[in-house]
């Protein structure tokens, strides 16, 4: 294996540990128990074995359509994920409704996104190795276990130390990935076409942009200060008590 195909098989497996955070991030903040998210890593485990061995059987022309509808696919699942995410967040603050059982799978149960992404990494492994497709397929499938298994207790673990462990937290975590589903299709290939363009050189003031972060600083600290007064305040008040969830 040369050095440059090296990089490309560390770059698609990074790519799947990203995947698999996704997921534990979805697991690790909504109300399930450790053997459900066990079973959720195993059915990443299933589809890359299952992935891995069509790579050989499916023909390139249908791979090439599958991957024409990558577009239409990210912006359901953008969709579903932000508003999915808003119902979740705004069920559990004024209802006390917990949806995380069920809206997580937004997040975590694989998306055709996921699946696509999955199904390259193992075109691409297939390629760039003498590795035999079962063999890819086991590797990719444990990478996705060992990662969603270990995302989904740590981001539970540290949610619950923090006490932050609840559907809102969930409602927003999916409500920024569906915001990033949405713009990237807008960002990426803006980004791509900016890089080909020659820019113009400028000179910058260092001085002035400190200045403006430290006066954004300044303004969001005193933001976080007035708004955790007024929450003081409503507490003394007798406000709504709010229940952390069971891991």
Known sequence: ???????????????????????????????????????????????????????????????????????????????????????????????????????????????????????LACLILSQLTDISNLWIGTIVGMIFFIGVCFFSFAVSSIASVFKIKNPATLGTVMLLFGLFYLLSPLIIPAYIQAKSISVPEFSVDYRKILLSFSIMTLLIGLGFLMDKHRGAKAKKKGGKKWTHLRE
């Not at 955070?21 to 059915?43: D, H, P, Q, S, W």
């Open 1 to 119: 294996m040369t050095e440059t195909s090296s990089i490309i098989t560390l770059g698609v497996l990074i790519g799947v540990v990203i995947l698999a955070l996704k997921t534990g991030l979805g697991c690790g903040f909504a109300n399930l128990r450790r053997r459900e998210i066990v079973y959720v890593a195993f059915i990443y485990f299933s589809a890359s074995v299952v992935l891995s061995y069509l790579v050989g059987v499916i023909a390139l022309d249908i791979t090439q359509n599958i991957l024409a509808t990558g577009v239409t696919m990210h912006l359901i699942i953008a969709i579903g994920l932000v508003f999915f995410g808003i119902k979740t967040k705004k069920e559990w603050l004024s209802r006390g409704n917990d949806l995380s059982r069920k809206t997580f799978l937004w997040l975590s149960i694989p998306c055709p996104v996921c699946l696509t992404a999955t199904f």
